[in-house]
C-alpha cells in the first residue's frame, strides 16, 4: 500500500539553526514526493516536490531530494526563521491520490 | 484568482444534525477530494472525483455522501453528524495529471456536540 512515515514533533529550534525533518514512504507504482506547508489557521500550501528520483526540490531555503534506494525524502534548510514556525507535512501522489504524513510542528524561537 | 473556496469555515453541529459543506474552484481541476485533519494522523482522504459525474470512496468514507454535478463544485454531505465528525476538513483540487500539486481550501472546523 502507499504511505508516508514522518518524525514526531514538536521540533523546537533556535534561529539559524540547522532543520532536518526525516520522511520516509511506501507506495506502490511510481509516486512524486511533496513537502506542504501549514500556518496557524491555514490551509496547506505547497513547499516543495520532486516527481522523480534523485530529483531535488527547493523553495525558499528549504530542500529535500528524492531517494528512491532509501525511500526517503528528507527536509533539510540550513538557517531556519522564527517565521518558519509551522507544521510541515510530508506526502507522496500516485494517480492524484495524496498520502499525508502526520505532521510535523516546527517551532523557531528567537 | 479565488483558487479553491471553502464554506463555513466554522460550524457546530448537533448530534444527528445533517450539513453541507461546500467547495468550489476556478482552476478548471478535474480532480477535487475531501480530506479531514485530525491531531496526530494528517491528513486523510474521505472521498474523490476525476471530473464531473465521477466519485469515488477514499480511506474513510463512512458518514459522508459526495456529488459532482458540476467541474467547480464538489459539496461533501454530512447524512447524521456523528461527535467522531468533529475534525478540520479540507477540499482540494488539481489538474488530472500526475506529478501536479494539489490546492487546498482553507478549511472548515466542523465541531460535532
Known amino acids: 500500500g502507499n504511505s508516508v512515515t514522518q518524525m514526531e514533533g514538536p521540533v523546537t529550534l533556535s534561529e539559524e539553526a540547522f532543520l532536518t525533518i526525516n520522511c520516509t514512504y511506501t507506495a506502490t507504482g511510481y509516486p512524486s514526493l511533496f513537502w506542504y506547508v501549514q500556518y496557524p489557521g491555514e490551509g496547506l500550501q505547497l513547499l516543495l516536490k520532486a516527481t522523480k528520483a534523485d530529483d531535488k526540490g527547493s523553495n525558499k531555503g528549504f530542500e529535500a531530494t528524492y531517494r528512491k534506494e532509501t525511500t526517503s525524502f528528507h527536509l533539510e534548510k540550513g538557517s531556519v526563521q522564527v517565521s518558519d514556525s509551522a507544521v510541515y507535512f510530508c506526502a507522496l501522489e500516485v494517480f492524484n491520490k495524496f498520502y499525508f504524513g502526520s505532521g510535523t510542528k516546527l517551532n523557531v524561537k528567537p | 484568482n479565488a483558487g479553491?473556496?471553502?464554506?463555513?469555515?466554522?460550524?457546530?453541529?448537533?448530534?444527528?444534525?445533517?450539513?453541507?459543506?461546500?467547495?468550489?474552484?476556478?482552476?478548471?481541476?478535474?480532480?477535487?477530494?475531501?480530506?479531514?485533519?485530525?491531531?496526530?494522523?494528517?491528513?486523510?482522504?474521505?472521498?474523490?472525483?476525476?471530473?464531473?459525474?465521477?466519485?469515488?470512496?477514499?480511506?474513510?468514507?463512512?458518514?459522508?455522501?459526495?456529488?459532482?454535478?458540476?467541474?467547480?463544485?464538489?459539496?461533501?454531505?454530512?447524512?447524521?453528524?456523528?461527535?467522531?465528525?468533529?475534525?478540520?476538513?479540507?477540499?482540494?483540487?488539481?489538474?488530472?495529471?500526475?506529478?501536479?500539486?494539489?490546492?487546498?481550501?482553507?478549511?472548515?472546523?466542523?465541531?460535532?456536540?
Not at chain 2, 468550489?24 to 479531514?36: K, L
Open chain 2, 4 to 113: 479553491v473556496t471553502q464554506t463555513p469555515k466554522f460550524q457546530v453541529l448537533k448530534t444527528g444534525q445533517s450539513m453541507t459543506l461546500q467547495c468550489a474552484q476556478d482552476m478548471n481541476h478535474e480532480y477535487m477530494s475531501w480530506y479531514r485533519q485530525d491531531p496526530g494522523m494528517g491528513l486523510r482522504l474521505i472521498h474523490y472525483s476525476v471530473g464531473a459525474g465521477i466519485t469515488d470512496q477514499g480511506e474513510v468514507p463512512n458518514g459522508y455522501n459526495v456529488s459532482r454535478s458540476t467541474t467547480e463544485d464538489f459539496p461533501l454531505r454530512l447524512l447524521s453528524a456523528a461527535p467522531s465528525q468533529t475534525s478540520v476538513y479540507f477540499c482540494a483540487s488539481s489538474p488530472h495529471q500526475g506529478g501536479t500539486e494539489a490546492f487546498f481550501g482553507q478549511g472548515t472546523r466542523l465541531t460535532v456536540v
